[in-house]
């Protein structure tokens, strides 16, 4: 295994030399962290916080936004729309194979979710993010209402602080060999994550076990894991539309669908761990 080390950074790049985002790069990226006012209806209850004072937060607690993105608003303007954030940690010494912890942040301003914190692993290798439960800890919500920062940032620690219990978890993943038997087993159910009917889908379940790099190919639960993930989350398998036409499927860019599939992904992978 690669040690990856992880740690809050002073200057302009955090873990694996990835950049950190300015608030230029924010805004771009994700206009609604800089929202003046919450969406036009929401309730009487919900308490505007802009996004801005939490991230002011979370940067003095030692995180540090590293990506950022935001789904476009078809009917509302886009300083209000659902966006996720993610943070380099302020951990040292935290072995994950190839992968390096990160915090999650979700949020949008027009009254439907809370801000939401999970826990994420991102691959320098192939850039993909991985999106992890940790048990009964899988998510902290902090409602629109309360001292929001405060809570926003006890949680971010919370989560970071249970981060260094993934270790022995992707370990055993590294060591845990899968029959082929199994990986067809393991991209079928990943397969029907992505497309309940799965005629839509319109490629074999064997595609999903296709490696991209040689570095990625392996046997090891680890690996299948990350090929099936990058294959189902990024797109571009080859596959016939309804029409035949020969397509790519797409990548993910709604973020409840990508949360739904990247934590469905992971329920999937630890199952595999457990079996005998």
Request: a positive charge.
């Amino acid at each position: 295994m690669n040690l990856i080390e992880s740690h809050a950074v002073a200057g302009s790049h955090s873990q694996a030399n990835r950049p950190v985002l300015t608030d230029h790069d924010l805004r771009h990226r994700a206009p609604a962290v800089f929202a003046a006012g919450p969406a036009t209806g929401t309730s009487a209850a919900y308490t505007f916080i802009s996004a801005s004072r939490v991230l002011a937060g979370l940067r003095e607690a030692g995180f540090e936004p590293v990506a950022a993105h935001q789904v476009p608003a078809r009917r509302r303007p886009a300083d209000v729309g659902r966006h996720a954030i993610r943070f380099s940690t302020p951990l040292a010494n935290v072995q994950l194979a190839d992968a390096i912890p990160e915090l999650v942040l979700l949020n949008s301003h027009d009254g439907s979710s809370a801000y939401e914190l999970r826990a994420g692993l991102f691959r320098p290798l192939c850039t993909n993010g991985l999106l992890v439960a940790l048990g009964e800890f899988a998510a902290i919500r902090v409602s629109h209402r309360g001292p929001v920062v405060e809570r926003v940032v006890s949680g971010a620690l919370e989560i970071c602080g249970r981060l260094t219990n993934l270790r022995p978890v992707v370990e055993r993943m590294v060591e845990k060999r899968l029959t082929s038997g199994m990986q067809v087993h393991f991209a079928a159910e990943a397969m029907a994550l992505r497309y309940p009917v799965l005629a839509e889908a319109g490629c074999a379940v064997e595609q999903l076990l296709r490696a991209r790099r040689a570095a990625d190919a392996g046997s090891d639960l680890w690996s299948v894991y990350n090929v099936v993930q990058e294959n189902v989350i990024q797109g571009g398998v080859l596959r016939h539309a309804a029409s035949g036409r020969l397509t790519r499927t797409r990548k993910i860019r709604a973020i409840r669908e990508d949360v739904r599939i990247n934590v469905g992904l992971w329920a999937i992978a630890e199952r595999y761990l457990q079996a005998a």
